[in-house]
């Protein structure tokens, strides 16, 4: 057995079986040579609550445990009313040790398996149990026994006792289930996923006690090293630990972070010194106000972040270094030349930091590879998607302390490349579900409080937690709006977008660019899909100021389109298929005039309405009301409702100025608006209702059949709520309508949010998040998740999911 993760497992398997205990010092009979105590106190609860443990039963699933696990099969034939200590040594072969106070009973063997043997200076006892032997003897009311002669033999003989061992005992809560010693001669690599920091180096010993329950460890302690400068804890020293605050600024798509702080940093950098024996002050400009530090984990390479209590002096420190790459999100980007500072002079905290860039957030300077990753930091602070705002993070941190000289937290993927790299396992361990694992040390004076939690997450935790998915740069600035299009061949997602050239992409909804296009002009409106070979292949359709295009998946033109026009289309395409039989008409406005289209790019004849007598000012519309089909086509003037052939249905009864607000079916009816701002609607008999709103001339209308959205200036109106927004300026409302809820966005453009909220206008959970452009929203996985899509930067495109 070499590592400490075994030894835990181990101790959790050896009381399996059913025992009662009561509290008795038997610390004497400790082996000398144990790099590794475990100390049982309820033995019953221990049992009870470790069988549960989902942690354990991972740690269960290794071979490397089940190889050592044979080791003890002893311990199913141990029965004990007293509290047990085991002793682990791990230098060679594994050695382990007990010692108990003696019980009526204490192995039910029957006589062929135990035999009597005489060694030095005492008598002892062989037990065979399946193929392992153990050694055993009783001195006064106390057994002590070991798998090996020569390691009874010394604990016997020794009449030097393990004083260290027993003082650490001395701290532990008798009241705990079990608690554990491990020296800085265990077998323990490293508590931390930075494996510069090894245990052998952090401290001389830590014990700490144990609360195992069905979905967490809670471990608490102590850890003591000499006052010299041999034992890395020593560098807090003299200092106080301050409120760690990375998690306000860790993007939660990280793998974790180490948060070190400090009320001098000048203390503690001295104290690293003297720890590295190097006199190194390279950083000490940068760092002088500091009092916390760490870095970010990802495996794209780490961040190093700067929390200062001054920010202008550590902008001021960067003076030099003022050389601007880029700015995201209204944040500068700075080239930094001194790219390995932070891993020379900060060793062994930070070892894995390229700082070739640099941003200021708040109080914050972050340092990163690349200027996509402070970009993915920039984001997820302001979308406030950091550690800080999740629900799992706050639930773990609520159980250790807010001030902490170290801090660590772990994604799951950290946490088990951590235990396996003590376990020597490569086996899946399945520890999805521990979103936020953390350990934490707390200078005191000569020693530090140790506190680390290992704790499942709730399904419920994530709700509503709204991430980041990927974000894309196209070549020139984004055109339009991003839209989601379906891909045929395997139900999922894509995005359409256009450049400012008039490039049109196609994205996956990973992120790669599929295939891009070169257009004669603008989309106008959104890019509608259609199956126009009835064979469930969908093609893109859509119309620019000339053309008519209709596009394959592959982006190639299908015959006979483009169709081009002289005169200028004025409206975007519109497709009806008014019987859901792939049946298309597409409309094509020209001014005042309309031209029908089959899918097939041919004239329809026989539709009689050619011309309005002023301009057409929203695309026509097809509305189904009972078995009725109506087609709308709106001017300033007039509204004409029409069959399918053209010809009047409905005679509207008032003329009405209209605005250019589309017609909506709205309570088996039709409802528009006016140009100064009131609701117009209009029964299927042509009588006329007008409204007054709090509308003003410049607004906007959206419904389902049954949810009427508007907006004026800040003012939005979701059915009767009305919502007092920001002064600041909005794109059109967007209403959804997915897995039977109604969703309404709004993005200000001014500020740089996107809103979304319910039908009972109550705003989505974490939202606003950042966004430039009004967002296409749609149920994209298979998990049932929404993801939407908006313009982030001027030629970026984000996808957030909401989980």
């Known amino acids: 057995m070499k590592h400490f993760w075994y030894y835990l497992s181990i101790v959790f398997l050896f009381f399996s079986c059913n025992s009662d205990s009561k509290k008795v010092k038997v610390v004497d009979f400790i082996s000398e040579n144990a790099d590794i105590v475990l100390t049982i106190n309820n033995l019953e609860g221990f049992t009870n609550n470790l069988n549960n443990n989902d942690f354990l039963s991972s740690l269960n699933k290794t071979k490397s445990y089940q190889n050592t696990v044979a080791q003890f099969a002893f311990i199913k034939n141990l029965k004990t009313k007293h509290p047990i200590y085991i002793g682990i040594n791990s230098k060679k072969e594994t050695v382990f040790s007990f010692t108990t106070r003696l019980s009526d009973s204490i192995f039910t063997l029957d006589s062929t398996k135990r035999k009597s043997l005489q060694l030095k200076g005492f008598s002892a006892e062989e037990i065979l149990i399946d193929s392992l032997k153990i050694y055993i003897t009783k001195k006064d009311s106390i057994l002590i026994g070991s798998n090996t002669k020569t390691e009874l033999e010394q604990i016997i003989n020794s009449k030097q006792k393990p004083e260290h061992i027993k003082n650490l005992i001395n701290v532990q809560d008798k009241n705990a289930a079990f608690s554990v010693i491990a020296t800085n001669n265990s077998p323990v690599k490293s508590l931390f996923k930075n494996e510069k920091i090894t245990f052998s180096n952090f401290t001389n010993s830590l014990t700490f006690d144990a609360d195992v329950s069905q979905d967490q460890i809670i471990l608490n302690g102590i850890t003591k090293a000499t006052d010299s400068s041999n034992s890395l804890i020593n560098v807090f020293k003299n200092t106080i ?46 760092l002088k106000h500091s009092i916390e530090f760490g870095e970010v984990y990802f495996e794209s390479g780490n961040l190093f972040i700067i929390n200062t209590k001054d920010i202008i002096a550590t902008e001021e420190a960067l003076i030099s270094e003022q050389h601007l790459v880029e700015t995201y999100r209204n944040v500068d980007l700075f080239n930094f030349s001194n790219p390995e500072i932070f891993n020379n002079t900060l060793a062994p905290f930070i070892n894995k930091v390229e700082a070739n860039h640099y941003c200021v957030l708040d109080q914050f300077v972050v340092f990163a590879k690349t200027t996509e990753a402070l970009e993915n930091v920039i984001a997820n602070y302001q979308n406030q998607t950091t550690f800080s705002h999740r629900d799992y993070y706050k639930t773990v941190k609520s159980k250790i302390s807010n001030d902490a000289s170290i801090l660590q937290i772990l994604t799951p993927e950290s946490l088990e490349a951590t ?135 592959n982006g190639k033109d299908v015959d006979p389109f483009p169709l081009k026009f002289n005169n200028e289309i004025t409206q975007p395409l519109a497709v009806f298929d008014y019987d859901k039989r792939h049946k298309y008409r597409l409309f094509v406005t020209q001014g005042k005039n309309v031209l029908l289209y089959d899918a097939k790019g041919k004239t329809v004849k026989g539709f009689e309405f050619e011309s309005a007598k002023d301009l057409i000012n929203t695309p026509p519309k097809h509305i189904r009301i009972g078995s009725k089909d ?144 009004s967002i296409d929203l749609n149920n994209i996985d298979t998990d049932n998740k929404l993801e939407f899509v908006t313009k982030g930067e001027s030629n970026n495109i984000l996808v957030y999911k909401i989980n």
Do not use: C
């Open 419 to 553: 235990v396996k790299h003590n376990l020597h396992s490569e086996e899946d361990l399945n520890l999805k579900g521990y979103k936020t694992s953390a350990i934490q040390f707390i200078y005191d004076r000569d020693f530090a409080h140790f506190n680390a939690i290992f704790k499942k997450a709730k399904q419920s935790y994530r709700d509503n937690i709204i991430s980041e998915v990927f974000n894309i740069k196209i070549e020139n600035d984004v055109l339009n709006t991003p839209q989601f299009v379906t891909n045929h061949t395997n139900n999922q997602k894509e995005i359409i977008v256009q450049d400012i050239t008039n490039k049109l992409y196609l994205i996956s909804n990973n992120g790669k660019i599929l295939w891009t296009k070169q257009l004669d002009g603008p989309i106008l409106g959104e890019v509608n899909q259609i199956d126009m070979y009835k064979n469930s292949r969908l093609q893109l359709a859509f119309a620019t100021p000339h053309r008519a295009y209709v596009l394959d998946r």
């Open 241 to 286: 630990p301050q409120t760690n605050q990375l998690a306000q600024i860790t993007p939660s798509n990280s793998n974790g972070f180490l948060s070190l702080t400090y009320n001098n940093y000048t203390t503690f950098k001295n104290n690293l010194n003297a720890f590295t024996k190097k006199n190194d002050t390279l950083a000490n400009s940068l």
């Open 630 to 773: 109506y087609i709308v086509v709106k001017t300033d003037n007039h509204l004409h409702i029409l069959s399918r052939r053209g010809k009047t249905r409905v005679n509207v009864k008032q003329q009405l100025n209209y605005s250019n607000q589309p017609v909506f079916e709205f309570n088996n009816g039709f409802i528009t608006t006016t140009n100064n701002g009131k609701l117009a609607t209009i029964d299927q008999n042509g009588n006329v209702n007008v409204a007054n709103t709090n509308l003003k001339e410049k607004h906007q209308l959206v419904t389902t059949t049954k949810t009427l959205v508007s907006q004026s200036e800040n003012i939005l109106n979701i059915k009767d709520k009305t919502l007092n927004l920001d002064l600041a300026n909005y794109t059109t409302p967007k209403l959804f309508y997915i897995n039977n809820k109604i969703y309404v966005s709004v993005t200000d453009i001014q500020n740089q949010k996107t809103l979304l909220y319910d039908s009972n206008a109550k705003m989505i959970e974490n939202f606003p998040v950042y966004g430039t452009s």
